[in-house]
């Protein structure tokens, strides 16, 4: 559990959690099958580095759909939103 109000919401039918804290919005997401809260606004393209991840050597499934990179700004997080973020690791 977060440290602010949170509220049940429902978007589609589903469930999720929209939290509010001081001076701005927090995302619960799930990234790599972990819970993640995030500050809210940020595309794909930001979280990716926001979390440090090199953008040349991922792969980015949003809500069990691959994205192109060239799609990364387009798509806001929302909350509940489902991240699998693979990275590629060479060998022999």
């Known amino acids: 559990m977060c440290n602010c109000n949170c509220a049940r919401h429902y978007r589609s039918g589903a469930c ?3 939290c509010k804290k001081k001076g701005g919005t927090t995302l619960r997401l799930t990234v ?3 819970e993640l809260l995030v500050a809210a606004g940020p595309n794909i393209a930001e ?5 440090g991840f090199n953008p040349n050597i991922i ?15 387009a798509i ?15 060998g022999g």
Do not use: A, R, S
């Open 47 to 51: 979280f990716v580095v926001n979390q």
């Open 76 to 90: 806001v997080l929302q909350p509940e939103d489902c991240l699998e973020v693979v990275t590629f690791v060479g």
């Open 59 to 73: 792969v980015v499934e949003y809500n069990q759909k691959i994205v192109k990179k060239e799609d990364w700004q």
């Open 32 to 34: 790599n099958g972990k």
């Open 16 to 18: 999720f959690f929209y």
